[in-house]
T-cell receptor, first 112, second 114 residues
Framework: QQQVKQSPQSLIVQKGGISIINCAYE??????FPWYQQFPGKGPALLIA?????SEKKEGRFTISFNKSAKQFSLHIMDSQPGDSATYFC???????????FGTGTRLKVLA | DSGVTQTPKHLITATGQRVTLRCSPR?????VYWYQQSLDQGLQFLIQ???????AKGNILERFSAQQFPDLHSELNLSSLELGDSALYFC?????????????FGPGTRLLVL
C-alpha cells in the first residue's frame, strides 16, 4: 500500500525521441507526486510535480500525465537530449504528512 | 550547487562503529530531510525536522537518530553499524511551509562499512 512501482528500470532512447517512465501506486491517500532527476555523483533535484486534481502538467520538454482512476502517472520527456541522461525517480506524498515514498528509479540514456 | 552542504563527503568505518553525518541547510530554510540511497533499497526517506522539531518519520532504524540544532544544522547519527548500512546519505532542505515546495538536496555522504 505504501509502495510506488516504477518502470522501466532502464531506458535507452535516441536523441530527439520521446522518453516515457511510468509509476503506479495503490494508496489513494497520496496527493502529491513529484519527479526527481539525479545525475551521477549528485543529489536528486526536483524536476516537475503534479497533484491528482489535474490530468497533465507540462514544463518545457517535460510532461507529467496523471490517471487518477488507474492510479498511475508517467513522465514524458519530449525531444530527448544526451544531457537528459540521468536517473529519474517518481515519488508520492500522503495528504497531511511530509513523508515521501520513492520509486526505484529509471536510468535513462539518450544516445547522440 | 543547491546551497546545502554535507560533511564528510566520504566515510569508511568498521562494523559496530558509530558515525555522525552533518548537514547545513540553505540559508533561510527551516526544514531538513534525511534520505538513504542504496543499490537494493533505492531512495528511502528517513526523517524530517522543522525548526528543531521532528516533523515526519520514515523508515529510520532504531540504531539511527537525528537532531536539528538551534542554528538549523542537522546531524544524523548511525550506531552499531552493519554492512548493510553502506549507502549514500542525502540531506535536503526547504522552507518547511508546504509539502509541495521544492526540496534542495545536498551532494551526499558516501558511507562504506567494512
Amino acid at each position: 500500500q505504501q509502495q510506488v512501482k516504477q518502470s522501466p528500470q532502464s531506458l535507452i532512447v535516441q536523441k530527439g525521441g520521446i522518453s516515457i517512465i511510468n509509476c503506479a501506486y495503490e494508496n489513494t491517500a497520496f496527493d502529491y507526486f513529484p519527479w526527481y532527476q539525479q545525475f551521477p555523483g549528485k543529489g536528486p533535484a526536483l524536476l516537475i510535480a503534479i497533484r491528482p486534481d489535474v490530468s497533465e502538467k507540462k514544463e518545457g520538454r517535460f510532461t507529467i500525465s496523471f490517471n487518477k482512476s488507474a492510479k498511475q502517472f508517467s513522465l514524458h520527456i519530449m525531444d530527448s537530449q544526451p544531457g537528459d541522461s540521468a536517473t529519474y525517480f517518481c515519488a508520492a506524498s500522503m495528504a497531511g504528512t511530509y513523508k515521501y515514498i520513492f520509486g526505484t528509479g529509471t536510468r535513462l540514456k539518450v544516445l547522440a | 550547487d543547491s546551497g546545502v552542504t554535507q560533511t564528510p563527503k566520504h566515510l569508511i568505518t568498521a562494523t559496530g562503529q558509530r558515525v555522525t553525518l552533518r548537514c547545513s541547510p540553505r540559508s533561510g530554510d527551516l526544514s531538513v530531510y534525511w534520505y538513504q540511497q542504496s543499490l537494493d533499497q533505492g531512495l528511502q526517506f528517513l526523517i524530517q525536522y522543522y525548526n528543531g522539531e521532528e516533523r515526519a518519520k520514515g523508515n529510520i532504524l532504531e540504531r539511527f537518530s537525528a537532531q536539528q540544532f538551534p542554528d538549523l544544522h542537522s546531524e544524523l547519527n548511525l550506531s552499531s553499524l552493519e554492512l548493510g548500512d553502506s549507502a549514500l546519505y542525502f540531506c535536503a532542505s526547504s522552507s518547511g511551509t508546504s509539502r509541495s515546495e521544492t526540496q534542495y538536496f545536498g551532494p551526499g555522504t558516501r558511507l562504506l562499512v567494512l
